[in-house]
C-alpha cells in the first residue's frame, strides 16, 4: 500500500536502535556498518517518497524501493 505520510512521520520519530538491531543491519545486509551508518540508513527509507508501508498483525513491513531494502517495525 503507498505509504501514508503521518504514519511514516510516527515510525521515524518514536524508532529505535538496540544492538541486536545494529546487529541484524549487518547480517541481513551483508555489510559492517557503524551505527551512525544504520541510523542514516534507516532513516533515509522512512524519509523516501517511494517507501511503501504494510501493517500485518502487530508489524509494520516498510519497504524502501529506492534502497531494495525492507524494514521490520514492531
Known amino acids: 500500500m503507498p505509504a501514508n505520510p503521518e504514519l511514516l512521520a510516527s515510525i521515524k520519530n518514536q524508532v529505535c536502535y538496540t544492538n541486536l538491531v545494529y546487529e541484524r543491519v549487518n547480517k541481513k545486509l551483508k555489510v559492517d556498518l557503524a551505527l ?16 511503501t ?5 502487530k508489524n509494520y ?14
Open 36 to 51: 551512525p551508518e544504520i541510523k542514516k540508513l534507516v532513516q533515509d527509507i522512512l524519509s523516501d517518497d517511494q517507501t
Open 53 to 57: 508501508v504494510e501493517k500485518r498483525g
Open 61 to 74: 513491513y516498510v519497504s524502501g524501493l529506492n534502497f531494495s531494502t525492507r524494514l521490520t517495525i514492531n
